[in-house]
């Protein structure tokens, strides 16, 4: 999963690898599935948009070398549970 090599990347204090991981199609998806994530599971939805979130106003600042990787690792998570909550994957 791409929000995995956000986590990596942060990981290994390679902000700016971290921040092209996050751009794109690993930001874009949040949006895609919002509104189907919203009507089948509202609290993930609401969690998942909280991390991305986070990590968008961590890319556009300063960002925490410890905040990116933490919150990376926590949208990795919820992007799966929604995947599942969607019917996407196993």
């Not at 939805?45 to 990590?55: H, K, M, Q, T």
Request: aromatic share 2%; with cysteine; hydrophobic share 45%.
């Amino acid at each position: 999963m791409k929000m995995n090599e956000v986590q990596l990347a942060a990981d290994s204090g390679d902000l700016v690898a971290a921040r092209a991981a996050f751009a794109g199609d690993t930001h874009n998806i949040t949006h895609d599935i919002d509104q189907p994530l919203r009507a089948a599971n509202p609290e993930l939805a609401r969690d998942l948009c909280e991390s991305i979130l986070s990590l968008e106003q961590q890319f556009a600042g300063s960002p925490d070398l410890q905040a990116v990787p933490a919150e990376s690792g926590i949208a990795a998570n919820l992007l799966q549970e929604s995947g599942g909550a969607l019917d996407l994957i196993d």
